[in-house]
T-cell receptor, first 115, second 113 residues
Framework: GAVVSQHPSRVICKSGTSVKIECRSL??????MFWYRQFPKQSLMLMAT?????????EQGVEKDKFLINHASLTLSTLTVTSAHPEDSSFYIC???????????FGNGTRLTVT | GQQLNQSPQSMFIQEGEDVSMNCTSS?????WLWYKQDPGEGPVLLIA?????ELTSNGRLTAQFGITRKDSFLNISASIPSDVGIYFC?????????????FGTGTRLQVTL
């Protein structure tokens, strides 16, 4: 089945630094990928829609200059958390579809801890 | 952002019991999906529903797409310890590639021996 891979699975960084998270579709091409954020004991909240070759579409309340998204190829989207602060600590999850009516599959998530 | 309401929020059941959970929305969706999430991992797709009224099974799991398009339920029969986890419903206006998901609030399931 469709496989979505995220890297790294865990990252700890100091406040003020930037962190890049990768999302890859391993056995299919994805023109669209989605980035979600999940705080402890809460549901997944969509942050942005990543479109290959064009700008990402951000959900209301998500700062595009803080959460930079690049979707430079059909198998890779990256999310960069810039100038991270402790309140950015969360579980970040990407998803992608192999196309047509195929449902969205999710990566295994990245646990970001900002100290 | 919008969230779908799931109930119950959490449940403790004994191994072998059947489980039922549901998901309701104030707006219509054209696709309903059910995911299970284990701690520290991403959600894994359990069942996808594409038509109002559709009833679909996947092993011990059965899910239905409500006729009003505003709700869905998931049943788990004869629960086992590995059923422990958080179950999320998700609604989608379109299907597949470019249509984003709206997630439910989640149902935390714990199974005791």
């Amino acid at each position: 089945g469709a496989v979505v891979s995220q890297h790294p699975s865990r990252v700890i960084c100091k406040s003020g630094t930037s962190v890049k998270i990768e999302c890859r579709s391993l056995d299919f091409q994805a023109t669209t990928m989605f980035w979600y954020r999940q705080f402890p004991k809460q549901s997944l909240m969509l942050m942005a829609t990543s479109n290959e070759g064009s700008k990402a579409t951000y959900e209301q309340g998500v700062e595009k200059d803080k959460f930079l998204i690049n979707h430079a190829s059909l198998t890779l989207s990256t999310l960069t958390v810039t100038s991270a602060h402790p309140e950015d600590s969360s579980f970040y999850i990407c998803s992608a579809s192999s196309g047509g009516n195929s449902p969205l599959h999710f990566g295994n998530g990245t646990r970001l801890t900002v100290t | 952002g919008q969230q779908l309401n799931q109930s119950p929020q959490s449940m403790f059941i004994q191994e072998g019991e059947d489980v039922s959970m549901n998901c309701t929305s104030s707006s219509i969706f054209n696709t309903w999906l059910w995911y299970k999430q284990d701690p520290g991992e991403g959600p894994v797709l359990l069942i996808a529903l594409y038509k109002a009224g559709e009833l679909t099974s996947n092993g011990r799991l059965t899910a239905q797409f409500g006729i009003t398009r505003k709700d869905s339920f998931l049943n788990i029969s004869a629960s086992i310890p590995s059923d422990v986890g958080i179950y999320f419903c998700a609604g989608q206006l379109g299907s597949g590639t470019a249509s984003k998901l709206t997630f439910g609030t989640g149902t935390r399931l714990q199974v005791t021996l």
